[in-house]
């Protein structure tokens, strides 16, 4: 009954407009009438616990990093370099927004702004070298959704966060996994480019190569520093975001000189808008999940599961099939945020390991980041490329099945996940 009331509730007020930040708000309040303890207090408190956290401190931070990258000419660079080495190639261009999403995903960790980055950059490109609009889209596109997986990533400290699990681990967990979808997005282009004929741009010179690594060296140290500071335990998550946004600045006002300190302010402005949006949503989900706990609705879960409990794989098919139709209404910190505490305790009681369940939800809720009919990276895509959504879908969908083919051999062999993340 109580499930069902937090079910209807959270629909019912995101069915009236309502934002979902507020939605959860008011599914926490109809839960204390229903419980009959209401009290404005405890969701003022909820509401300050919710955002009075070190480890949530991480995410103004590497927005900040993200902005910075973007403006300060950090992004541009490594492009550059990607263009230097594989450039040359059969539908060279779409393989340098492979790497280029791989190395700035080590970056920023946002799929927005790693997405509208390299769609500002290399759309025109590809388009004046007559690959096909909606096909290159479709690419950085699905490129951008891997910048959630490899670390530094803001969902993972988010999930992290609200499920209590390890942010370090869940970062070094989603390496490999990262990877993987890197070179399933490079078997895709191959496959797309098969029969379509593209004059490849001209071979760049050893000498020329040298000259843009040397140019790009200080951007690609950024990532060395991060990964290799959390894995040597010189930082936590929160300070490598601090970390990581001071070394942007450095590099951007000193080194590069592509950002002044009157850019600066907008910059910070545009940081902190995303931040506040953010950071209340994180806040609003304290106050609903505060009552998922008292109401003791997993238990509720793991009732309604108990035939699947014995069935580890069985049971995590089931919630990756629930995650990618959820993903579809539904973006990805939302998603973390409702049903990630819900989810968690389900999962420990089978037997899986949590940071691979982590793992793999926060995979497949970026899947719903290029799916219709809400597909937030679909829009930025779309409005970078000006093009109608529908040409955007039938662009990304090699892609996206690709995706899923990766997610389905994570979900059979969870050991590509666990094992890597053992030995890191």
């Known amino acids: ?111 927005i702004a790693d997405t509208a980055a390299l769609a500002t950059l290399l759309l025109p490109m590809m388009r004046d070298n007559g690959y096909p609009v909606g096909r290159s889209a479709g690419l950085i596109a699905s490129g951008g959704i891997i910048a959630p997986i490899i670390p530094p990533s803001m969902p993972f400290i988010i ?5 209590n699990q390890s942010i370090s681990q869940l970062f070094m967990a989603g390496i490999v996994p990262g990877i993987i979808m890197g070179l399933g997005l490079v078997l895709a282009w191959k496959w797309c480019m098969g029969k379509i004929e593209i004059e490849p741009q001209p071979r760049k ?22 990964i290799g500071g959390l894995r040597g335990g010189l930082f936590t998550p929160t300070e490598a975001a601090v970390v990581a ?21 907008p910059l910070f402005i545009r940081a902190a808008y995303t931040t ?19 109401a003791d609705l997993p238990s509720e879960l793991v009732d309604l599961l108990a035939p699947l409990l014995d069935s580890p794989r069985l049971l995590m098919a089931t919630i990756v099939l629930a995650m990618i139709l ?53 829009s930025v895509v779309s409005g970078v490329a000006r093009q109608p959504m529908e040409v955007i879908v039938r662009g990304v969908m090699p892609f996206l099945l690709v995706y899923l083919v ?7 062999f969870p050991g590509i996940v666990t094992v890597p993340a053992a030995w890191l």
Not at 253 to 263: I, P, Q, W
Not at 277 to 290: H, K, Q, T
Request: proline share 5%; net charge neutral.
């Open 205 to 226: 010179s050893m000498k020329h190569r040298l000259a843009v690594a040397k140019d790009g060296i200080l951007a690609l140290l950024m990532p060395v520093i991060i």
């Open 159 to 163: 999930f992290g966060v609200t499920t």
């Open 326 to 378: 959820i993903g579809m209404v539904m973006d990805l910190t939302p998603t973390i945020l409702i049903l990630g505490p819900v989810m968690m305790p389900l999962v420990i009681k089978a037997g899986i390991d949590p940071i691979y369940f982590g793992v793999m939800f926060v995979m497949v809720g970026c899947v719903g980041l290029i799916t219709p009919p809400i597909g937030t990276v679909l």
């Open 1 to 111: 009954m109580t499930l069902a009331l937090f079910l209807l509730a959270l629909l019912g007020f995101m069915a009236l407009g309502m934002p979902i930040s507020f939605a959860l708000i008011m599914t926490g309040v109809a839960m204390m009438w229903h419980l009959d303890f209401f009290d404005p207090q405890l969701v003022a408190q909820n509401l300050i616990s919710g955002a009075d956290s070190f480890p949530l401190m991480a995410v103004p931070f590497f927005i900040l990093a993200g902005e910075v990258m973007n403006a300060g000419g950090i992004s541009k660079r490594i492009i550059n370099l990607a263009i230097a080495c594989v450039g040359h190639r059969r539908g060279g261009l779409g393989f340098v927004a492979i790497i280029a999403s791989v190395i700035l995903a080590s970056l920023s960790g946002s799929a």
């Open 276 to 294: 506040s949006v953010v950071m209340f949503l994180c806040a609003a989900a304290i106050v609903s999940s505060y009552m998922v706990t008292l």
């Open 245 to 265: 946004a001071g070394y942007a600045l450095l590099i951007s006002l000193a080194v590069y000189r592509e950002l002044d300190f009157k850019a600066l302010v």
């Open 406 to 412: 990766i997610i389905a051999l994570l979900v059979v």
